[in-house]
């Protein structure tokens, strides 16, 4: 149920939700397990094959965070995508 963001007052709880989570240093992506931000060019037999594959396609920044969604990081409305709100969090 977390993973259909086709609700948006799920999809809004859901949010506020990691939001406080990631103010206490607990980082959840939105839609679950990092295969499911694969885009669709990623192949492979098994998740290590499908790692590598990413690898070597999406090898910079903004190919990385093109595949997140941006999300509110402050009251102002004020957005980064979410891989970068997640590694700004884990890397400060």
Known sequence: MLQDNSDSNILDRKRG????L???DVYVLEK???E?????EIVGV???TKAQCFCAAIC???A???LSEIIETNAGGVGETEFEV???GIFA
Do not use: A, M, N, Q
């Open 36 to 40: 499911t931000y694969y885009p669709s």
């Open 60 to 62: 910079t920044k903004d």
């Open 64 to 66: 990385v965070t093109s």
């Open 22 to 24: 990631r103010s206490l």
């Open 46 to 48: 098994d998740k290590p």
């Open 17 to 20: 939700l990691l939001k406080e």
């Open 86 to 88: 997640i590694c700004k």
């Open 32 to 34: 679950g397990p990092i």
